[in-house]
């Protein structure tokens, strides 16, 4: 795992070191930081079993900038590049940005962060930005860099009254949300192994229902660490109707932020739709919990799809969903598109790298 630590742009320095025993080092950067997410952390990361973790922080000073990423080979190339984990993370910082002014501190993190990828042989890299967090003005102004505005997530004011809460959502749901309590529908938060199995089946029957792609089916280990984690509090909830699991969501509190993560219903109870019971029990719980926020996400890959329209049912509290793309070498960028293309493949213009879309 890689950190690189500099005092200032003229004297980036580059240490290698293990990644479970930096994992103070990476934390303290992301507890230090204004504001920060589940999804920046050391144990998060090291769940991702696509690439090698690592958090690139660009110091001057007190003030820094941090970016964590998961390093890629690209195949048969002495070449890598670097990717968000599942989620949403983007760019940390110490600095206090309602008051700051630009002293050409991001040209030297764009110079900086440039220079470490093309030393370590990384051709380009790519953020899906924090909806919740004040990132976009950072990213806008790191050279060379793209945004692109993919869609919008949704999340449930939690600092409303609960009356005024649930008004927002739709009247179908609120009627549903009732009847389902009257039928008995109970939600609990799991407290065994043997429900986190439950669970675990439950979620791929879900996704292989939803012919959801492969990124989505986890192994038994990812859920089992997620659980006991360290570096963040998660709660299984999980709906119940006659002793029998139905349902069940993974919600992760994070200072005031609560967000829902994965989530699958058994098939034959579709139609009743429990998840609309859980979601209003995960306010309750981050309520209880001092959450401002309860973050429900986005469409899939951000699209306006079915499961945007089902969640924006719960709030019309819209947040932009964001990516960040950065070539470091345009050179290589561009050879490798060129030998796709050369091989009688098509890249797909709407993905980034565009050498791994096809």
Known sequence: MNILLTNTFSTAKITDANGIKEKDTWNHYIKESTEFDF???HDYHLMDHGGDPFIFVYQEGSRFLSLPFIKRKIEQTPYFDCTSVYGYTGALTNIDRTNFVDDGFIDRFSDALKKFLL???IICCFSVLHPLFDQKAIFKSIKDGQLLDVGQTVAINLQTSLEEQRSKYRRPIRMKVSQL???????????????LREFITIYRENMIKVGA??????ED???ERFMHATDYQTE???????????????VVLTNDIMQLHLAGTRSEFFSESPMKLIFDEATLLGRARDARLLHLGSGVGGKADSLFHFKIGFSDNLFDFTTWQFIANETIYNELVQNKIERGLTPNPLYFPLYRSC
């Open 236 to 250: 299984l909830l999980l709906a119940c109707y006659e002793n029998k699991i139905v349902a069940g969501a993974m």
């Open 221 to 223: 280990e990812y859920f």
């Open 181 to 195: 309590r009257r039928k008995g529908y109970e939600v609990h938060r799991a407290d065994s192994e043997l429900q």
């Open 213 to 218: 792609s492969e990124k989505y089916f986890f």
């Open 119 to 121: 030393k370590e042989n």
């Open 39 to 41: 999804y920046h952390t």
